[in-house]
T-cell receptor, first 109, second 114 residues
């Protein structure tokens, strides 16, 4: 059973701070890694994708991948109350995505 | 239609009844998926289809069936609903079946089985 693990939270950070979300996965052959954001009552939407080791930045978001440690993270800089949501890590090895259970982020104004 | 349309948005049905959740996409995506989302359990894959005419089982396929007669439609059928199938169901699609492709999700169907 391929597993993707996330801390369920809630993770609370003050407005303007950096939020750090972490994810580990069990399938060492995984090749594709995604972060989705899901607001309450809504469907997941893609935030970031990353396929190779290192950092990938997009605006306030940075995804970090370390395949040797089987670890992927998402950093949100200058966190805003509108970032409050559940963040889902998803992993794939040319197969349908396997999702983690999500981390609930709360940004306090 | 733009993207993925799911119907119904919400449904309450009695245990033992047959139910079909509809999913239609207009993006000409080859791959389609059905996930269920339950509190504390995250998104779990029920069935998937890499291309029209083919289907596969996901993590939790029991009690569900799917068909993929054409590219656009991917209905999910509960032959005899049970209370444990109470959940939010999300249909998703991707351009190709390889895991590198991004999923686009529908708005979800909330199903309550009494």
């Amino acid at each position: 059973q391929k597993e993707v693990e996330q801390n369920s939270g809630p993770l609370s950070v003050p407005e303007g701070a950096i939020a750090s979300l972490n994810c580990t996965y069990s399938d060492r052959g995984s090749q594709s890694f995604f972060w989705y954001r899901q607001y309450s009552g809504k469907s997941p939407e893609l935030i970031m994708s990353i396929y190779s080791n290192g950092d990938k930045e997009d605006g306030r978001f940075t995804a970090q991948l370390n395949k040797a440690s089987q670890y992927v993270s998402l950093l949100i800089r200058d966190s805003q109350p509108s970032d409050s949501a559940t963040y889902l890590c998803a992993v794939s090895r040319n197969t349908p995505l396997v999702f983690g259970k999500g981390t609930r982020l709360s940004v306090i104004a | 239609i733009a993207g993925i349309t799911q119907a119904p948005t919400s449904q309450i049905l009695a245990a033992g009844r047959r139910m079909t959740l509809r999913c239609t996409q207009d993006m000409r995506h080859n791959a389609m998926y059905w996930y269920r989302q339950d509190l504390g359990l995250g998104l779990r894959l029920i069935h998937y289809s890499n291309t029209a005419g083919t289907t596969g089982k996901g993590e939790v396929p029991d009690g569900y069936s799917v068909s993929r007669a054409n590219t656009d439609d991917f209905p999910l059928t509960l032959a005899s609903a049970v209370p444990s199938q109470t959940s939010v169901y999300f249909c998703a699609s991707a351009i190709q079946a390889t895991g590198a492709n991004v999923l686009t999700f529908g708005a979800g169907s909330r199903l309550t089985v009494l």
